[in-house]
């Protein structure tokens, strides 16, 4: 099998640790590594890019690239254990690894037109852009987002109604903010987002949990249970982390509480650009005729989670009081960045990535099914929802969800256990897993393959 980008990468990074490498040492060229191991130029040019991003190479134009010279020539230490379970991802480290959720696919980003455009916007940078950025964002990125939301999602608006933020954290923090008094009430789905969950615990610890079905966030237990709850926070594209869809009779019960009550609704387009087996269904936003709604989305799974930008739909009612929260609390995002996504966007380049990664994503989904069906018969069962970028394989007779999520991690296997997105004693039990990097059947396979030992251990200790 011919190796990704990725095991170039750490192949490298471990050769220079070790010692093999030694600071100064040339390695080969793109095109001639690219030759001796049989695969695509832009693999090996990905490789290098994160090499020379974390220090370990230099390039020097003509005469080639090498080993970074200032680095120790002792091989360095490895880098401390993280934390077991899901609370890895909460740490600035990212761990190495495969089958992780929530990744894009990093073998068939465009590349060469992504560098083209970051090219084009650091040179065009003036003096005058070299001061404060606007709070609310970019202009002109805030009117390509109007415009693909209006087209793809159904959403009127346009660029006044688009505040520019840093990513998730940053919607949720800014909408809090400029919603919420003290001591009100939040109403999340269960099970939910764990950052979120633990985002909202530290900022409004007055929680509601709802419970999720097949259909989605179940309202009535929302209208009977949580009368004083100020907002609620969905992902009714495609729950996070169970894939369901939220049934329209539902989306109109939902917003006919937040118009009854006076409440808001985060609606969080999670995956809402992957869709496969339909056509994609209308936003909640798109149904919303009261104003009540707060659409937010990030690039973190439509291009990539280094972009560090996200959006919100302000509802026109409460403008001012998110422009004064930005204000005061985000000051605005880097104007550079913002202008290489506008330039994106504004070009057709996203919507023919998009376009791409949907057909892509649909083979990629049934690789990862098959092989998981075909490496542990009868252990777990996968229901098949209508898109996202990761499958949830729930464990037909065992609970040991955490533990098991911890063997696959000691084999490179960064699969989420499914119980800790849950608030409340009744859980369900399962895997989290990513498939948006497979390239093929057979390394679905071998990956699968690593842990099947200490799985069959696992299972049978708690059978």
Not at 82 to 104: C, K, M, V, Y
Not at 162 to 175: A, K, Q
Request: charged share 20%; glycine share 8%; hydrophobic share 40%.
């Amino acid at each position: 099998m011919k190796p990704g980008y990725r095991e170039i990468y750490q192949r490298y990074r471990q050769n220079i640790r070790d010692g093999v490498l030694k600071p100064g040492d040339r390695v080969p060229s793109i095109r001639l590594l690219a030759q001796e191991l049989q695969v695509a130029k832009k693999t090996v040019e990905a490789a290098y890019a994160v090499l020379v991003g974390e220090g370990y190479l230099v390039s020097r134009g003509p005469q080639g690239t090498c080993v970074n010279p200032a680095l120790a020539s002792v091989p360095r230490p490895a880098a401390p254990a993280l934390p077991a379970g899901n609370d890895g991802l909460l740490t600035l480290h990212e761990p190495d690894g495969f089958l992780r959720p929530g990744i894009p696919s990093l073998d068939r980003f465009p590349y060469k037109k992504w560098l083209l455009l970051c090219a084009r916007a650091t040179r065009a940078m003036r003096p005058e852009e070299m001061v404060n950025p606007p709070v609310a964002g970019f202009a002109p990125l805030r009117a390509a987002i109007a415009s693909y939301l209006t087209i793809s999602r159904g959403v009127a608006c346009n660029a006044d109604d688009i505040f520019i933020t840093s990513g998730y954290r940053g919607n949720l923090l800014l909408t809090l903010q400029a919603l919420l008094g003290h001591g009100d009430r939040v109403a999340l789905e269960e099970p939910g987002y764990f950052v979120g969950q633990r985002l909202l615990k530290a900022r409004a610890p007055a929680l509601y949990p709802v419970p999720v079905d097949d259909e989605g966030i179940q309202v009535a237990h929302l209208q009977r249970h949580c009368p004083d709850a100020r907002l609620a926070i969905v992902t009714p594209s495609h729950h996070s982390p169970l894939g369901v869809t939220l049934s329209l009779p539902r989306k109109q019960q939902l917003l006919a509480w937040a118009s009854q009550h006076n409440a808001w609704i985060v609606e969080d387009d999670y995956d809402g650009e992957f869709h496969y087996t339909r056509n994609v269904l209308p936003s909640l936003k798109s149904l919303d005729t009261d104003d009540r709604v707060i659409y937010i989305g990030t690039f973190s799974k439509t291009i990539m989670p280094s972009v560090r930008i996200g959006y919100l739909v302000m509802p026109r009612s409460a403008r001012q009081a998110f422009l004064e929260s930005g204000a005061l609390f985000t000051g605005g995002q880097p104007l550079l960045m913002q202008k290489i996504l506008a330039a994106f966007l504004s070009g057709g380049d996203f919507y023919a990535h998009l376009k791409k990664m949907r057909a892509l994503y649909a083979r990629r989904r049934e690789m990862a099914i098959r092989a998981l069906h075909q490496i542990y018969p009868g252990v777990f069962a996968t229901p098949l929802e209508d898109g996202g970028m990761h499958v949830v394989a729930y464990l037909k007779t065992a609970t040991c969800d955490e533990a098991l999520a911890r063997v696959w991690q000691q084999h490179q296997l960064q699969v989420n256990a499914l119980s800790p997105w849950y608030l409340l004693p009744e859980k369900r039990y399962g895997l989290i897993i990513g498939y948006t990097n497979l390239r093929s059947q057979e390394e679905a396979v071998a990956l699968l393959t690593r842990a099947v030992a200490d799985t069959c251990a696992l299972l049978g200790e708690t059978g």
